[in-house]
């Protein structure tokens, strides 16, 4: 896939440049207009004529002294096979984090706002965290649960007191795709059921069994996926009933009566799903869905992978928003803020059934990353992570939605809290997915400082995502960033 | 549907038929030694001193596993240990007694826990950069996965990072079927390979399998030297594989998959001839072979650092994980990049794999089983134990089988030696007196009697001198 994609880059981003017909480095170029997109009537701001500045930061990188880029690249190729994808023409070596910023090996800063795609909850090498971490790692890795400690425990204590209902029996593995295939295990066994359903668009995993759920066909290699079937995605931008939550509703209703026995196992999505490009499941959709679906018998999975630990800033949990409780809720990514660490929390009505037999996960639980997790959840209180995502996350949307008045190809913005997605378009109306534009502007970005996502189908949503102490100049400089880069196309 | 008991309502079952009736071995005295205070060899001496621990009770920390964690969540003793700190090859609870850890956190901690060039490697990198993903370059995972490709015999020179050994299995079971396109897998009776749904496929014992569909997997006759019904012919095992291709399927199949020496099944070394039979078929039917070296990879067999490589075969995948990162979440696939291709037809990305953090760790791990020799100290030291448990078994009926390779033994206890019946609850009994005198090892087998014996690497002869010594002092009292 990697090569295919170089190749689909490097044609797109032949084709652009083609189109375009621009240089790759304008520092001071006049203003170049696109044959296809109508030039903006609003007056250029000073933000187009000079490249905008990284907010300070007072920190100094260590010198570094590894391997370059293209040694690095390499070994990739040889020892990490061709599967293996990267961002960018010219791949960043990364060497080290501090916070929201990311530093390569030339000791260059750049504001992550990717968040090693929403790994990276409270900041790269956050001082508790990584205190939390180096004691433990002094003292004991790892002995397994056959043994007790107090880590595993008091982790579990914390999480489950985060959740709402009778949520609070708590399952630890090592993953977003193992915390989903448990779920998907639960749900089978709770109900007797098989058929499984999930979201056109969603993302749910990488494994075998997690492919099934996962509904985009970059990611789904042909193989047996079992009962599982993918219902129409509730999305407001694209989907054909806009916002109307009833509508989608009714389609999950429909494929239970035609499609299966009556009786299902359960229901999973994410309330923003994340590599489908930050799209926000239509207001009022999971509650209709969620009644649908335990009438026949089936259970509700909420996927936090990537909602969870306060990152929407209205609430704790994405699920929240939509004002439902799930029977099981799976997490991972900023869990640990970037150990290998997932979660599942369920009713303990539900995981007796596990008790039927052994399941048994060797790494899932142990000291170091319990302790790490328990110091995640600590920090996001302490440092009120949860409000300054809403603060700062409303201020960036606010700022978004400017930068979509006076460029075209901003076709939507959308999302909640530092959860943030912006769509490009070539076509307002058609919504047209702007596919080379994005590889550009992406690009761009990066030499500006900037490190965004990439998501959806097309390839043509940036995801905002980052750190959870990114700070309202943060933002401002990320916008302007992209006007510029944006005035510049 | 087997019922899982817990162990304490067996061992207390045990100690009321004891009072009642007698066994095979004498009765067995009502009050056992407690603490090793006095009675019974000693633990050897470790110049090493845990800080105060000062956190939660064990009691305290049982009352929330209840309730916050799974119903199904067991410890291996009556009165479950309290494990606060690790160093090397002991471990201490929470009252600063150390313990001779003879099972590695399940043959897991292979450098020795809270190693220091371990530690210190993680500790250095988790301060410099935790995660970034691999959508960006970073060195420790092409350094790592060059060192460790280079342990690799063959064409094995393409390696793909998870989180654990069920991931690694899942990954290597798909990526057989899509490159074979045939659905067909192999698996052998007793094996254990993970617990998702392709690997619980895998997995062959019922304690471990729900009642969910598990497709496409065929399970042959375990070639068990002990209680297999072709004794030690590795060939005649083999045929059984062949029929299962010629009968149960289309005649072509995805793959075969197994350990080299099954560790949750109870330390059965395969039957030798065994896996050079197999392979052969297995390319016949167009298959490909996967060798999980979740627990026999990294230096434990001692005589070789894989344990494939006692069999004298190559494989076309190896999965690995468990002692790979000594204990840090962690695992991997390794194959030929003709095989690793067929992962370009769509996109697989895992977000923690190859995270500069584990693959730091990961190349520490490899530097020390360089350094310090765990290899040769695995075959000195694990030949020598396997001798001592051999004596012990001449001298007990209770231990009807030694078996193993380098510091990855199984002690099999019977309570017949003719008819190997299992003596389940000897086990459990002996199990808990080691705990007292200060040993700690695993259990494993289909029947729960098999003593793992699997512990750090840097475990030397007077520890194996200090068990075997536990273990005679505790039968010998039964």
Redesign the interface.
């Known amino acids: 896939?990697?090569?295919?994609?170089r190749r689909i880059l490097k044609s797109t981003l032949e084709e652009a440049k083609a189109r375009f017909n621009f240089n790759w480095y304008p520092i001071l170029s006049p203003c170049a207009s696109f044959s296809t997109l109508p030039s903006s009537s609003t007056t250029a701001t000073a933000h187009d004529h000079v490249p905008p500045h990284l907010p300070p930061f007072d920190y100094q990188p260590?010198p570094y002294n590894?391997?370059s880029?293209d040694?690095?690249?390499a070994?990739?190729k040889?020892?990490?096979?061709?599967?293996?994808?990267?961002?960018y023409q010219k791949?960043?070596?990364?060497?080290?984090?501090k916070m929201q910023y990311?530093y390569d090996e030339s000791g260059r800063r750049y504001l992550d706002a990717f968040a090693?795609?929403v790994?990276?909850s409270c900041g790269?090498?956050h001082p508790e965290i990584?205190n939390a971490?180096?004691e433990q790692?002094?003292?004991?890795?790892?002995?397994?649960?056959?043994?007790?400690?107090?880590a595993?425990?008091?982790f579990?204590?914390a999480?489950?007191s985060k959740m709402p209902g009778n949520l609070?029996?708590?399952?630890f593995?090592?993953?977003?795709?193992?915390a989903n295939?448990?779920a998907?295990?639960m749900a089978?066994?709770y109900t007797g059921s098989?058929g499984m359903i999930s979201l056109r668009n969603a993302y749910h995993g990488?494994?075998?069994?997690t492919i099934g759920l996962t509904a985009l066909?970059?990611?789904?290699?042909?193989?047996?996926e079992?009962e599982i079937h993918h219902v129409m995605n509730p999305d407001p931008f694209r989907g054909v009933f806009g916002s109307d939550a009833t509508r989608y509703a009714k389609e999950v209703q429909d494929h239970i009566e035609y499609g299966t026995s009556g009786k299902v196992a359960g229901f999973i999505a994410e309330t923003i799903q994340g590599v489908g490009g930050a799209v926000e499941l239509a207001p009022g959709y999971l509650k209709q869905v969620y009644d649908i679906v335990r009438k026949a018998g089936g259970v509700c999975i909420a996927d936090e992978v990537q909602t969870g630990f306060g990152r929407t800033g209205s609430h704790y949990w994405g699920f929240e928003t939509q004002g439902v409780i799930p029977d099981i809720v799976t997490m991972?990514?900023g869990i640990g803020?970037?150990?290998?660490?997932g979660a599942v929390v369920t009713t303990?009505e539900i995981?007796?059934v596990?008790?039927?037999?052994?399941?048994?996960?060797?790494?899932g639980?142990?000291p170091?990353?319990s302790a790490g997790g328990l110091a995640v959840l600590r920090v996001i209180d302490k440092e009120k992570r949860q409000a300054h995502c809403a603060d700062v996350g409303s201020h960036l949307i606010g700022r978004l939605r400017s930068l979509q008045d006076k460029h075209d190809i901003i076709g939507d913005v959308r999302g909640r809290g530092l959860m943030v997605g912006i769509e490009l378009v070539t076509d307002r109306k058609e919504k047209t997915p702007a596919k080379a534009e994005t590889a550009i502007l992406f690009e761009k970005m990066r030499e500006l400082g900037v490190?965004v996502g990439k998501g959806g189908l097309h390839g043509n949503v940036f995801r905002i995502k980052p750190p959870m102490c990114f700070s309202k100049d943060d933002a401002d400089f990320l916008v302007d960033a992209l006007d510029y880069a944006m005035s510049k196309l | 549907?087997?019922r899982?008991t817990p162990a304490r309502r067996l061992l207390s079952e045990f100690k009321c038929s004891l009072r009642r009736q007698r066994r095979c071995f004498s009765q067995v005295a009502p009050n056992v030694v407690d603490n090793n205070d006095g009675f019974g060899p000693k633990i050897p001496s470790f110049d090493y001193s845990?800080?105060p621990y000062t956190?939660?009770s064990?009691d305290?920390?049982?009352s929330?596993?209840k309730?916050?964690?799974?119903?199904?969540?067991?410890?291996?003793y009556s009165k479950?240990?309290?494990?606060?700190?690790?160093r090397m090859q002991y471990?201490f609870d929470d009252k600063g007694r150390r313990y001779l850890d003879a099972f590695g956190?399940?043959a897991?901690?292979c450098c020795g826990?809270?190693h220091p060039d371990v530690?210190e490697a993680?500790?250095n990198q988790?301060?410099?950069?935790?995660?970034?993903?691999?959508?960006?370059?970073?060195?420790a995972?092409?350094?790592f996965?060059?060192a460790?490709?280079n342990k690799l015999p063959g064409n094995l020179?393409?390696?793909?990072f998870?989180?654990?050994?069920?991931?690694a299995n899942?990954?290597a079971?798909?990526i057989a079927?899509?490159y074979t396109g045939c659905?067909d897998i192999i698996s052998v009776r007793n094996a254990y390979h993970g617990?998702?749904?392709?690997t619980m496929g895998a997995t062959a014992q019922?304690?471990?399998?729900?009642?969910?569909?598990q497709?496409?997997v065929h399970h042959a006759v375990n070639p068990d030297p002990y209680r297999g019904v072709f004794g030690s012919d590795g060939e005649k095992y083999a045929r059984d594989v062949e029929d299962l291709i010629q009968f149960g399927t289309s005649g072509n199949i995805a793959g075969f998959i197994s350990e080299a020496i099954q560790g949750v099944g109870g330390i059965i070394e395969l039957a030798p001839g065994y896996l050079p039979a197999v392979y052969s078929t297995i390319k016949k039917a167009g298959g490909l072979c996967i060798a999980d070296e979740v627990q026999a990879g990294f230096a434990r067999t001692g005589s070789h650092f894989w344990g494939f490589e006692n069999h004298g075969v190559v494989p076309d995948i190896v999965t690995m994980?468990?002692g790979i990162g000594?204990?840090?979440?962690?695992g991997a696939v390794v194959t030929t990049?003709e095989i690793?291709?067929v992962?370009?037809?769509?996109?697989?990305?895992?977000?923690?794999?190859?995270?500069p953090v584990?693959t730091t760790a990961g190349l520490a791990v490899l530097k020390v089983i360089e350094k310090e020799k765990l290899q040769e100290n695995a075959f000195v030291v694990g030949t020598y134990l396997k001798e001592r448990l051999t004596a012990l078994k001449d001298k007990y009926e209770l231990i009807g089988d030694v078996r193993g390779r380098g510091l990855m033994l199984g002690v099999e206890l019977v309570s017949d030696e003719k008819l190997k019946t299992p003596a389940k609850l000897e086990t459990l009994h002996i199990m808990d007196q080691m705990k007292e005198m200060g040993v700690l090892v695993g259990k494993g087998g289909f029947y729960g009697n098999v003593f793992r014996i699997t512990p750090p690497l840097c475990f030397t002869k007077e520890d194996a001198d200090f068990l075997v010594d536990a273990m005679d002092h505790i039968i010998a009292r039964m």
């Not at chain 1, 790692?137 to 107090?150: D, F, R």
């Not at chain 2, 019922?206 to 569909?213: H, T």
């Open positions: 896939m990697a090569m295919l994609q260590k590894g391997p880029a040694e690095i690249l070994k990739r040889r020892f990490l096979g061709p599967s293996l994808f990267y961002y791949p960043l070596n990364i060497v080290e984090g990311l090693g795609i790994t990276v790269h090498c990584l971490i180096v790692s002094k003292l004991l890795q790892h002995a397994t649960t056959i043994y007790l400690h107090h595993i425990a008091d579990a204590e999480l489950a609070k029996v708590v399952y593995v090592n993953s977003g795709s193992e295939e448990l998907m295990l089978r066994l098989l990488g494994s075998s069994s066909n970059t990611w789904k290699y042909p193989i047996p079992g991972a990514k803020n970037g150990l290998p660490l303990p995981a007796s596990m008790a039927q037999k052994i399941q048994f996960n060797t790494f639980g142990n170091v990353c490190l | 549907m087997q899982f845990p800080p956190g939660p064990a305290e920390i049982l929330k596993r309730e916050y964690l799974s119903p199904a969540m067991f410890t291996l479950p240990l309290n494990i606060v700190d690790g471990l956190g399940i897991t901690v826990h809270c530690v993680i500790v988790t301060k410099r950069l935790q995660h970034s993903t691999i959508l960006y370059l970073n060195h995972i092409a350094d996965a060059e460790l490709a020179k393409v390696v793909f998870t989180n654990s050994g069920t991931e899942e990954l079971m798909m079927r899509l659905h617990n998702a749904s392709g019922s304690i471990w399998k729900f009642n969910v569909i497709s496409g994980a468990k000594n204990g840090i979440p962690l990049p690793a291709a992962l370009t037809r769509r996109s697989y990305f895992n977000t923690f794999g190859g995270n584990c």
